[in-house]
């Protein structure tokens, strides 16, 4: 069975860093299209980042460029989002998310592009 699994977050002040991971199992890795994706409270879904299948193409949402980093081990099985610079606007419960792509070099920053969940992590910025 397919699982998402997020962690690494929690309450970190303006201007630090959280390392985001999201370890999966019961897929190969190296056949899916990962999406990392937040949503703070009273607010939509929103896409962060993406990073593509076999060719390594990687996407974000414009407010987090040059801050946040994706990354994935296929060896380990695990998606990375390196966020640095956080600030308050950053605040939200983060998702990640997957897609088999049969093509490689693609992703997305839609949800309902995804097939499949994880069930989030906290990530809380606040001084």
């Known amino acids: 069975q397919l699982q998402l699994v997020e962690s690494g977050g929690g309450l970190v002040q303006p201007g630090r860093s959280l390392r985001l991971s999201c370890v999966t199992s019961?897929?190969?890795?190296?056949?899916?299209?990962i999406g990392w994706f937040r949503q703070a409270p009273g607010k939509e879904r929103e896409g962060v980042s993406c990073?593509?299948?076999?060719?390594?193409?990687?996407y974000y949402k414009d407010s987090v460029k040059g801050r946040f980093t994706i990354s994935r081990d296929n060896a380990k099985n695990t998606v990375y989002l390196q966020m640095n610079s956080l600030s308050a606007e950053d605040t939200a419960v983060y998702y990640c998310?997957?897609?088999?792509?049969?093509?490689?070099?693609?992703?997305?920053?839609?949800?309902?592009?995804?097939?499949?969940w994880g069930q989030g992590t906290q990530v809380t910025v606040s001084s």
């Open positions: 998310a997957a897609r088999r792509t049969t093509v490689g070099g693609i992703c997305g920053l839609s949800s309902a592009w995804y097939d499949s």
């Open positions: 990073i593509s299948s076999s060719v390594e193409n990687t």
């Open positions: 019961g897929f190969t890795l190296d056949r899916y299209a």
